[in-house]
């Protein structure tokens, strides 16, 4: 760890930055305050929620801040009067003014879930996945004035497994953000960082995701939509109609042969899965889910719905 402990201001909202913020109260460093987005509805009943972050702050007696933005400069003096030496921001969806940036002795450093500059953006986890990239990995960097344009300070590599989702990769990019993010803040305390500038020519933009992207478009090849499955597991989650319904596809995989048949044709129903022609290639629905009902397997399915998923019936 560093030479002496810091003092920390933490932004994040979602559950990966409450691990991070998990991993800086676990860690000799001070977290002095934390900021969030506002509670919003969820659930079924609408209900006001705290973010995981608010949550694990309020658990753990840390200071919690709710702005709407930080462009005030009252915003900016409640955030200054914190003291801090660093800011931490991970997943935090609040654009940064450099008055913020500069607020800290040391900067803002941020946890993104990408190998800058690869994906910039909010959806770096599912775009690497569609995208079919073989690795991914964790950048801590240097905050500045643009989006995930800042000097890399750590990044940590992993790979993408064939079968990963985005909640699978989500996870796994977790647990190696925890130790990069420890790293990265004592070479800051000890003065030993080595900045890194970002190619900008190598970077793509990952929008956020929007479940209009969710329909499978069966003439696109096998490949492209089994990664789109993976990527949008768990949201939004793909789905194609079959008789007016919208049915959500929770996990496929590509097969390699010659349709014969038009593309969201089923080419076989079985326990195995329901293979249906794709532009290039045919794709193989393993669990689905139909409206009001559960997730289920294929061979489970086929028990109340042989008749609707036979073979030459079509998605559309």
Known sequence: MSRSPLRILFAGTPDFAAHHLQVLIDSPHEVVGAYTQPDRPAGRGRK?????????????????????????????????????????????????????LDAPRLGCINVHASLLPRWRGAAPIQRAIAAGDLESGVTIMQMDAG????????????PILPTDTASDLHDRLQEIGGPALLEAIDELSSGSTRPQPQDSQLAN???????SEAELDFTQPAELL???????????????????ERVRIWEAQPLGLVPSAAPGTILASSAGGIDVACGEGALRLLTLQ????KSMAARDLLNSRATQLAPQRRFG
């Not at 933009?205 to 479940?211: C, F, G, N, S, T």
């Open 226 to 244: 089994a990664r789109q499955v993976r990527a949008f597991n768990p949201w939004p989650v793909s789905y194609c109609l079959l008789d007016g």
């Open 147 to 158: 989006l995930d344009t800042g000097d890399m300070l750590v990044t940590v590599a992993c």
């Open 290 to 293: 139909f409206p009001g009902a």
């Open 205 to 211: 933009y990952a929008h956020k995701l929007h479940k």
């Open 48 to 100: 006001l929620t705290p973010s995981p972050v608010k949550a694990l702050a309020i658990q753990h007696g840390i200071p919690v801040e709710q702005p709407l933005s930080l462009k005030s400069t009252e915003a900016q003096a409640t955030l200054s009067a914190f003291n801090a030496d660093l800011m931490v921001v991970v997943a935090y969806g609040l654009l940064l003014p450099q008055a913020v």
